[in-house]
């Protein structure tokens, strides 16, 4: 089934890009030498670009994972997508934000971007741009969505970039990470993921390890709240920043607030 099939009523103006799609000059070491067959590639891109292979690869969690972090959102509202997910995903956070949002989706490798750009054609809310997620941005975004992006990276990056994206959000703004987290001990799955963690995600067993919060230059102007799901296997973890000056003097740092569920 074509994967835009059904989501655009109408016709509509194409999704903008922003950036030339062929530079490739800053694709970083990670990505190349880890992640090249999941998103370099134009085979893998043909074959794992579905709602059902990413749904069985979430074992089934992908929609539940969806509504969660669309609870988190509002209609009109610009948000950030800091990195392309395989499937529907964009499609439908650009259609909740509706006609008078606004969704970014940034990419650092240009075949994701032109693959986004081509299942976003229908829906003028929504632009794309070829941009590392650890690029620093002003906070112009009232959310940002990262989903699935942070079990990639190796742990300096994962700083990098949650701290690039805390710092992305207006005051008022949240920051909703959807990603991997420590499974229950008795999770029948948990030996299994860590199979797969060790032969094709080598960075993902930090987020077993260490709160999302922890990889931010996170303050106490943030309030952190998480909920996980399917036996803990899954997180959202959502920082939304005061309406107060979100930074301090140069070179200080506290310690975040932290709601479980």
């Known amino acids: 089934m074509p994967l835009d099939s059904g989501f655009a009523r109408k016709a509509a103006p194409a999704a903008q890009v922003v950036g030339p799609l062929s530079s490739a000059a800053a694709l970083p070491d990670y990505l190349t030498e880890t992640y090249s067959w999941a998103y370099l590639n134009r085979t893998a891109l043909f074959l794992l670009d579905r709602p059902s292979v990413v749904s069985g690869?979430?074992?089934g969690n992908y929609r539940r994972l969806l509504r969660a972090t669309?609870?988190?959102l509002s209609p009109g509202q610009r948000v950030l997508q800091p990195a392309c997910v395989y499937g529907d995903f964009s499609v439908r956070l650009a259609q909740h934000l509706g006609p008078d949002g606004h969704l970014e989706v940034a990419?650092?490798?240009?075949?994701q971007i032109e693959n986004c750009r081509r299942k976003l054609r229908r829906l003028s809310q929504a632009t794309t741009v070829v941009r590392?997620?650890?690029a620093p941005l002003p906070a112009?975004?009232?959310?940002v969505c990262c989903f699935f992006l942070l079990h990639e990276l190796p742990d300096p990056h994962k700083r990098q970039v949650v701290?690039?994206?805390?710092r992305a959000v207006r005051p008022g703004g949240k920051?909703?990470?959807?990603d991997y987290h420590r499974p229950h001990p008795a999770h029948p799955l948990k030996g299994v993921m860590r199979l797969v963690f060790d032969g094709l995600e080598p960075f993902a067993k930090a987020l077993w390890t260490r709160e999302i919060a922890s990889f931010g230059e996170a303050s106490a102007d943030y309030v952190w709240s998480k909920q996980t799901f399917f036996g803990g296997l899954y997180q959202k973890t959502v920082a939304r920043r005061s309406e107060q000056e979100l930074f301090g003097p140069a070179g200080t740092e506290s310690r975040p607030r932290i709601d479980l569920d």
């Open 132 to 134: 590392d997620a650890a």
């Open 70 to 72: 669309l609870d988190e």
């Open 140 to 143: 112009r975004f009232d959310a």
């Open 107 to 111: 990419d650092v490798a240009p075949l």
């Open 163 to 166: 701290t690039a994206l805390l």
């Open 57 to 59: 690869i979430l074992w």
């Open 175 to 178: 920051i909703v990470f959807v």
